[in-house]
C-alpha cells in the first residue's frame, strides 16, 4: 500500500511565479490535510479537503494561496505570484476518517 | 483560537539518560497525538490519547494524557541515539483539524 505521494520533493521558482504542488493519499483515504512547515517550527494548518470539497480552509492566507481536491487525480496546493516569505516545507497528510495523519513526504519550495 | 504549546524547545542528552517533554494546551482536548520527525524526513504518527488521565507504553517511551485533558507528556527512558529528531504533539478539539505543538528537537549524544 503506497503511502501518502508528494511531488515535487523540491521546487524552485522566482518570485511571481506560480507553485504548484500535489499530493496523492494513501489509498482509500478520503481526507487530505495540508500543513506548513518553517525551519524551527512546527507544522502550521492551512486546509483539510475532501474529494470534491473544502472543508476547512481557516489556516490558509484569502490571497494568493488556493488548493483542491478533485473527484479525480491529486490535491493540488496552488500558490499564485509567490514571494520570499512563501518559501516553507510544505506538508500533505491524509487519513481515512480524519483520525491519526499520514504524511507525505513534503516539497520544499524556494523562492528566488 | 486554540494554541498547543511544547517545552522545552531544544533538549541535549547523553545518550543513557531520559528525557520528557511537555505539551499544553489552551483548551480542553478531545484526544492528543504526539508525532515523530527525523531531521529532513516528514511526521510520522506514534500514539493518540483519548480518556483522561489515560498512560500508554511503547517499549521506551511512555505518553501521559492529564486529568484536565489539557496538557500530555512524553517520556523517553535511556535516550539511544535512533531517538534523535523532533517530537510533536498535535490536539484536536471536536472536530477541528489537529494543531502542532512547535516541537521539541532532541540531540542524543553517543
Known amino acids: 500500500n503506497a503511502g501518502v505521494m508528494q511531488n515535487p520533493r523540491h521546487l524552485v521558482r522566482r518570485r511571481g511565479q506560480e507553485a504548484r504542488l500535489r499530493c496523492s493519499p494513501m489509498?482509500?483515504?478520503?481526507?487530505v490535510y495540508w500543513y506548513r512547515q518553517l525551519p524551527e517550527e512546527g507544522l502550521k494548518f492551512m486546509v483539510y479537503l475532501q474529494k470534491e470539497n473544502i472543508i476547512d480552509e481557516s489556516g490558509m492566507p484569502k490571497e494568493r494561496f488556493s488548493a483542491e481536491f478533485p473527484k479525480e487525480g491529486p490535491s493540488i496546493l496552488r500558490i499564485q505570484q509567490v514571494v520570499r516569505g512563501d518559501s516553507a516545507a510544505y506538508f500533505c497528510?491524509?487519513?481515512?476518517?480524519?483520525?491519526?495523519?499520514?504524511f507525505g513526504s513534503g516539497t520544499q519550495l524556494s523562492v528566488l | 483560537g486554540q494554541q498547543v504549546m511544547q517545552i522545552p524547545q531544544y533538549q541535549h542528552v547523553q545518550e543513557g539518560e531520559d528525557f520528557t517533554t511537555y505539551c499544553n494546551s489552551s483548551?480542553?482536548?478531545?484526544?492528543i497525538q504526539w508525532y515523530k520527525q527525523r531531521p529532513g524526513g516528514h511526521p510520522v504518527f506514534l500514539i493518540q490519547l483519548v480518556k483522561s488521565g489515560e498512560v500508554k507504553k511503547q517499549k521506551r517511551l511512555t505518553f501521559q494524557f492529564g486529568e484536565a485533558k489539557k496538557n500530555s507528556s512524553l517520556h523517553i527512558t535511556a535516550t539511544q541515539t535512533t531517538d534523535v529528531g523532533t517530537y510533536f504533539c498535535a490536539g484536536r478539539t471536536g472536530n477541528t483539524p489537529l494543531v502542532f505543538g512547535k516541537g521539541t528537537r532532541l540531540s542524543v549524544i553517543a
Open positions: 497528510a491524509s487519513s481515512p476518517i480524519g483520525e491519526k495523519l499520514f
Open positions: 483548551t480542553t482536548l478531545s484526544n
Open positions: 489509498k482509500g483515504h478520503s481526507h
